[in-house]
């Protein structure tokens, strides 16, 4: 923790430093994954950045009548077609209106079929290292849903929200506040289920 | 993914397949030329070359049973080009044979099988003895110039053979036809000419002075003298030529200038023969596909016995022009995975959808009084932009097609080898066999007309006994015919047989509760002829008792409807039997009606369609729980596609419920026929529907004149009435939005499970539309009724 706000700290005061300072700390840490974090449901997840395609605005999409209740419809992304997928309802979490935050993340995490993933905002993207990553058995113990591969504090997000909105803010310019934990999702298990 | 071994392994295999493709073609004109019994050595080589390929091939990427099969192939083929062994039937069969055995030799050996194959051992057996089997001589020899091959179907080229075998004289007609009539003065040209000889080929000539008629230059060959022919045809203003032989040079160049053959620019096809169009005159719009020919002498040398042309037999066409021949074939084709035609199909769409956002941009500026210059600019590449956006549309189209003749040459090996099994001689008369289809289309194609052949065979086709009795020609006639149609491509499968036996066929439609009696004595030969496409009542074992192999009629008319196509039949008691399948040209685009369902837009495929109507409320019955209207005569079950969509239904039915409320709405105004556009054809439904509809009134309905004071708040809905196969369905719509082209798209896997959609398509205004799988919903109504019916529910569905 304490590591952890030092070199927040002075990555505000003094950048070049601190850029060399997060390499070192990386290479003690671990190899590094890329994960982007979105908003649904007000709670933020993170999926492995390596598998999305792209990120579209919401397209007007076309329901398909009798399709299973998580499937929003189809759109057409360069002339093809693609089913776009509710993640909320997916996860079976709340739904709130629809903003114009809202984006569609294009992912083929199985190789088969390009889908659309609904969330209602995309945030930022963190570079995580395994270690920062617990691992739900040993976070929350028993039972938990398979798809949730990990609990992410990020070191940005441990921030007090006075600091955060003194320095980080903005000058990465995305609400961070919220990120004090972060689900990264197994898309794979998501999708397949 | 693919390494270069496996790249390589992937050619090997089409090449492989090519190869034995075109070993069956020349097999099969091999076995015409033994039935008319002239052998063309050169078609002996042929084979011969395209074995030693396929030998070469298999060495190389180690396919040692082939190579072997090759080999021994090669001895016999070698000795029949010496004239060591003669082409004989049985020798036929064995290499009809083995190209069977090609087939499954590449199957087993791409997916890397290596069983023992028993029949391989019995035939190279067989290809030792046959080749031991000496004796007699070879056969005299013709050559025709490639040039005028290559403008000739196999057929005429066929044709072309025959004559010269027979020692006929060629003859060059050239007669002008207005083109108003040009239908009848061909046939009746074609008449005249019959008793004196055989037309082989026609071909549009180039002087197009005059845009209302055309000059056709006709090859026949004829046994007759010119002058016979030139008193017969005379009347009908023909000109009549004897083409003059060529002297006997070795070379064709060196012969004193002959009459060329064909001495217009060759048009790519010639006109098809049966088709009822016009042919394609217009000089500048017909695309040059085939090399113009500019002097094409006919080169060729004439069998023995007879005082025709006789030439050099020794000379062939030069060896190197044929080397150079093959050459160029195999520089000119391109492999494409029909994939990669998709995709750029893909960009065409998004083009054109670029294309509608300019055209809506021009729009703006014209109201926002931009520079008029710019304006018009802007506009001129707008159209220029347009113009070829449909061209390069048009160009993939062109790409994704091949000839029938593909599918044909398949069939003319099935009814050679089922007629042999069948013990019965058939003729089989192919034209048109270079229509083009989509390559889709003629995949899925072969399975059903594979079907028809044999059942015309088998079913059509009498014994040679039976119609020598009744004074038909002993050999029965089997005619496969394709023609271009509009948008559509007509296949034909004729049979001079004893006809279907509909007698036998209502029997047994009662018997099976197909028809009820009463039903039966007013239903038109036409409909009785059509329940051979009723499951369980196909032909096979409704009229000849044979149980046979294979699947029934009903199944080639499913597979037909899966392909938007449709198929009918005409049968005449002794005189034969014709089906008819007309086919779109392609998948990739078909003609749909766009339909509105609660704000939502859906395309139903027109192949589908049978016609619009309005759907008149009160016309409704609830019959054994299920909804339907009497439609001119026959009861039409109906299919809310709100309801089974699960979309709110229109707010105009006063906030009845989803289920089962149809009876409840206040009707709507007076029933009546819509055409939405041209190809629907109801415009004599309006009576017929109003008619037809139910006498009864549920209780508690308003007066006529309510109703149409009621009318204009409420909105009419639509039945669209779809036919696959025998079933009829109504699918009630909210409104017709027309009828457009549409690009088909697949769902993707994850819909997979969702039924009654084909596909989806981009509407012009980029919105989306579900294409609705018209063949799928028909099945699942009619499940649904009887699974209703087994649970006595009486509930919609």
């Known amino acids: 923790m304490a590591s952890n706000l030092a070199r927040r700290t002075s990555s505000a005061v003094v950048p070049a430093a601190a850029g060399a300072k997060r390499k070192k700390a990386q290479r003690d840490r671990g190899p590094i994954t890329e994960y982007l974090a979105f908003r649904l449901a007000g709670d933020v997840y993170a999926a492995p950045v390596s598998i999305i395609r792209e990120i579209l605005k919401l397209h007007p999409l076309t329901p398909v009548p009798r399709a299973p209740s998580s499937i929003m419809g189809i759109i057409s992304v360069r002339g093809q077609l693609v089913t776009v997928i509710d993640l909320r309802r997916r996860l079976r979490l709340a739904e709130g209106p629809v903003t114009s935050k809202a984006r569609i993340l294009l992912v083929d995490p199985m190789g088969v079929e390009l889908l659309g993933l609904y969330v209602d905002e995309v945030l930022q993207v963190y570079r995580l290292a395994d270690s920062e990553i617990e691992h739900t058995a040993t976070a929350l113990g028993g039972e938990v849903a398979s798809y949730i591969a990990g609990i992410a504090r990020p070191a940005q997000a441990q921030a007090t929200p006075q600091e955060g909105k003194g320095v980080a803010l903005k000058s990465v310019g995305v609400v961070r506040q919220n990120a004090s934990v972060v689900i990264l999702l197994d898309l794979k298990v998501v999708l397949s289920s | ?121 019995k035939l190279l057996a067989q290809l030792d003895r046959g080749a031991s089997a000496g004796g007699g001589a070879g056969s005299g020899g013709h050559i025709i110039d490639p040039n005028l091959l290559a403008v000739l179907t196999e057929f005429e080229e066929h044709k072309l053979k025959t004559n010269i075998a027979q020692g006929n004289t060629l003859y060059r007609l050239k007669v002008r036809f207005q083109l108003a009539t040009i239908d009848q003065g061909l046939d009746e040209l074609k008449a ?89 005159v217009a000089p500048s719009g017909v695309p040059s596909a085939m090399p113009p020919l500019g002097h094409a002498p006919l080169d060729m040398t004439a069998p023995h016995p007879f005082p025709a042309p006789r030439l050099d037999t020794s000379a062939s066409i030069p060896p190197k022009a044929q080397e150079l021949g093959t050459i160029k074939s195999v520089a000119q084709t391109v492999r494409v995975d029909i994939q990669k035609l998709d995709v750029l199909m893909n960009i065409v769409g998004e083009l054109s959808i670029v294309r509608t956002e300019l055209e809506r ?14 304006r018009i600019n802007l506009h001129r590449l707008q159209r220029d932009f347009e113009r070829n956006v449909i061209s390069l549309r048009r160009g993939i189209l062109e790409v994704r097609m091949v000839p029938l003749g593909q599918v044909f040459d398949k069939l003319a090996r099935v009814a050679r080898q089922i007629s042999r ?58 005619a496969l015919n394709a023609f271009q149609k509009g948008n559509h491509v007509v296949i034909e499968i004729e049979d001079d047989g004893k006809g279907i036996d509909t007698e036998r066929l209502l029997e047994k439609a009662i018997r099976m509760g197909v028809v009820q009696a009463d039903e039966a004595r007013t239903m038109s030969r036409r409909e009785v002829l059509n329940l ?137 105004g007076p029933v009546a026929g819509v055409p939405p556009r041209g190809s629907l054809r109801s415009e004599s439904i309006r009576q017929d529907y109003a008619a037809a509809a139910f006498p009864y009134r549920p209780a508690g309905t308003s007066s006529p004149s309510a109703r149409t004071a009621l009318a204009p708040r409420q909105r009419r809905r639509f039945i669209v009435v779809t036919a696959v196969g025998t079933r009829r369905l109504g699918l009630v719509v909210d409104s017709l939005v027309g009828e457009q082209d549409v690009v088909i798209k697949g769902l993707g896997p994850s819909l997979k499970n969702v039924a009654g959609f084909a596909g989806a398509t981009q509407l012009a205004d980029q919105r989306i539309a579900l294409v609705l799988d018209a063949p799928a919903l028909v099945e699942e109504m009619f499940a649904h009724a009887d699974r209703a019916r087994m649970h006595g529910g009486t509930h919609g569905f």
């Open chain 2, 532 to 668: 051979i496409f009723v499951p369980g009542l196909s032909t096979k074992s409704a009229v000849s008792e044979i149980s046979g192999r294979g699947v029934g009629m009903d199944v080639v008319k499913t597979n037909i409807s899966k392909l938007g196509g449709v198929i009918d039949v005409q049968s005449e008691p002794g005189i034969g039997t014709k089906f008819t399948v007309t086919l779109p040209i392609t998948l990739a685009i078909i003609s749909a009606l766009i339909v509105k369902v609660s704000d939502q837009q859906f395309a139903i495929p027109l192949a589908n369609v049978q016609e619009a109507v309005w759907l008149d409320v009160e016309a409704v019955r609830v019959i054994d729980g299920r909804e339907a209207v009497t439609l001119r005569g026959s009861t039409l079950q109906l299919c809310y596609l709100a309801r089974l969509f699960g979309l709110s239904d229109t707010p105009d039915s006063n906030g009845t419920g989803p289920f089962g409320a149809s009876m409840e709405v206040p009707p709507m």
């Open chain 2, 361 to 374: 941009l021009l729009e703006k500026m014209r109201d926002a009084h931009t520079n008029r210059e710019l």
């Open chain 2, 1 to 121: 993914m693919t390494s270069e071994s496996e790249r390589a392994r992937e050619e090997f295999f089409s090449e492989a397949q090519e190869i034995v493709e075109g070993l069956g073609r020349d097999l099969l004109a091999l076995d015409e030329a033994q039935k008319s019994g002239h052998v063309d050595p050169d078609l002996i080589n042929d084979v011969f070359r395209a074995v030693h390929t396929l030998k070469g091939l298999a060495g190389l990427f180690g396919a040692t049973r082939m190579s072997s099969l090759s080999h021994k192939l090669e001895e016999l083929l070698d000795d029949l080009r010496l004239g060591k062994v003669d082409v004989t039937a049985p020798v036929l069969d064995l290499l009809f044979l083995s190209v069977q055995l090609y087939g499954k030799l590449l199957q087993a050996e791409k997916e890397g099988r290596d069983q023992p194959m028993p029949e391989l051992e």
């Open chain 2, 192 to 280: 005249t000419a019959k008793p004196h000889g055989d037309i082989i080929t026609y071909l549009p000539a180039s002087d197009g002075d005059d845009i209302d008629s055309i000059t056709l230059e006709i090859l026949m060959g004829s046994r007759a003298s010119a002058s016979t022919l030139r008193n017969a045809l005379h009347h009908l203003g023909v000109e009549v030529e004897e083409l003059p032989r060529q002297g006997g040079g070795p070379a064709p160049a060196a012969a004193p200038a002959p009459a060329p053959v064909v001495s217009a620019p060759v048009p790519a096809h010639h006109i098809p023969t049966p088709t009822p169009s016009p042919p394609p």
């Open chain 2, 421 to 478: 099994e069948a013990g019965k001689q058939v003729n089989l008369v192919i034209t048109g066999a270079e229509t083009e289809v989509d390559k889709l289309i003629v995949e899925e194609l072969s399975d059903p007309l594979m079907h028809m052949m044999r059942n015309a065979i088998d079913h059509g086709i009498e014994e040679r006994e039976m119609r020598e009795a009744v004074n038909k020609p002993a050999v029965g006639t089997i």
